[in-house]
Nanobody, 120 residues
Framework: QVQLAESGGGLVQAGDSLRLSCAASGATFSSYTMGWYRQAPGKEREFLGRIDGRGGYTEYSDSVKGRFTVTRDSAKNEAYLQMNNLKSEDTAVYLC?????????????WGQGTQVTVSS
């Protein structure tokens, strides 16, 4: 079982930067791929980016590539989402996700989310 807790959200101005954190507990953090998603009111949950367990591979959606960066610190059991040049359309609840697959079994955990509001 993995528990995830996001933090760092808040109200910012367009053009600002913000870094979200996702603290993980209850399992071997480095064995999980960490992903970031967001969900705006009335919209489907959107994939933003992910980083593998060793931190050597990252992947991003086209919508945030170049503005958002996913990193992790295994010593702290934390993952991060650095968001730059924020826009009003980035307003959403941001969630982190921990996943790993061992043979045919998938382990998949979500945090509760943190609200990011970007005012123009």
């Amino acid at each position: 079982q993995v528990q995830l807790a996001e933090s760092g959200g808040g109200l910012v101005q367009a053009g600002d930067s913000l870094r979200l954190s996702c603290a993980a507990s209850g399992a071997t953090f480095s064995s999980y791929t960490m992903g970031w998603y967001r969900q705006a009111p009335g919209k489907e949950r959107e994939f933003l980016g992910r980083i593998d367990g060793r931190g050597g591979y990252t992947e991003y959606s086209d919508s945030v590539k170049g503005r958002f960066t996913v990193t992790r610190d295994s010593a702290k059991n934390e993952a991060y989402l650095q968001m730059n040049n924020l826009k009003s359309e980035d307003t959403a609840v941001y969630l982190c996700r921990a996943t790993k697959k061992i043979f045919s079994r998938t382990f998949d955990y979500w945090g509760q989310g943190t609200q990011v509001t970007v005012s123009s």
